[in-house]
């Protein structure tokens, strides 16, 4: 069956850090793959996207992803952390099903905290 | 400006009184869809269309009915809503020409069933 997962539940960094998420997919081909954030109490903003092309995804916020087929990840990677990036972090995949529409997936979300 | 809305924001109810939460979007998106979020289960989806009349089930249909006559509009229905269902809801969209098939989401649901 197609899943993401996202295997920490919660991260925590200091400020100035770098980061990175992990997000694995379970799906036969290449799917579209999505980062959102979502701060306390507030809805999903998109990070960034991927279908094909370049496997490094640049993002809004200083975030970027990188797509490996072989180890069907998207890793979501920023180098120095700000106090404003804790929020929740969801990666999410859109795939073709066998009956020809479409359906997303999200994974279970990381929580990330930053330390002052 | 472009947005996908939802209405109400918050909603408290009681088990069995029959609801429907509405979505609306601006955008001339083909796709839409309802999701509910739960601590530690992330997004789910609940119902999916894919244009005017085609709908389908998600992840999590049960208990739940839609509906998409227009293609601007996608409102949720619980019939007989329960305890289970007291949840934070998503309504997003999506255009099938976007290369990308970006959901753009509102702002969400809280509802809670008493």
């Known amino acids: 069956a197609q899943s993401v997962t996202q295997p920490d539940i919660h991260i925590t960094v200091s400020e100035g850090a770098s980061l990175e998420l992990r997000c694995n997919y379970s799906y036969g081909a290449t799917p579209y793959l999505f980062w959102y954030v979502q701060s306390p109490g507030q809805g999903l903003q998109l990070l960034l996207k991927?279908?094909?092309?370049?496997?490094l995804v640049q993002g809004i916020k200083g975030f970027e992803a990188e797509f490996k087929r072989s180890q069907s990840s998207f890793n979501l990677r920023k180098p120095s952390v700000h106090w404003s990036d804790a929020a929740e972090y969801f990666c999410?995949?859109?795939?073709?099903?066998?009956?020809?529409?479409?359906?997303?997936?999200f994974g279970t979300g990381t929580r990330l905290k930053v330390l002052a | 400006e472009a947005q996908v809305t939802q209405n109400p924001r918050y909603l408290i109810t009681v088990t069995g009184k029959k609801l429907t939460v509405t979505c609306s979007q601006n955008m001339n998106h083909e796709y839409m869809s309802w999701y509910r979020q739960d601590p530690g289960l992330g997004l789910r989806q609940i119902y999916y269309s894919m244009n005017v009349e085609v709908t389908d089930k998600g992840d999590v249909p049960e208990g739940y009915k839609v509906s998409r006559k227009e293609k601007r509009n996608f409102p949720l229905i619980l019939e007989s809503p329960s305890p289970n269902q007291t949840s934070l809801y998503f309504c997003?969209?999506?255009?099938?020409?976007?290369?990308?098939?970006?959901?753009?989401f509102g702002p969400g649901t809280r509802l809670t069933v008493t």
């Open positions: 997003a969209s999506s255009s099938l020409r976007d290369s990308y098939l970006v959901e753009y």
């Open positions: 991927y279908f094909s092309g370049d496997t």
């Open positions: 999410a995949v859109g795939l073709l099903t066998t009956s020809g529409t479409y359906k997303y997936i």
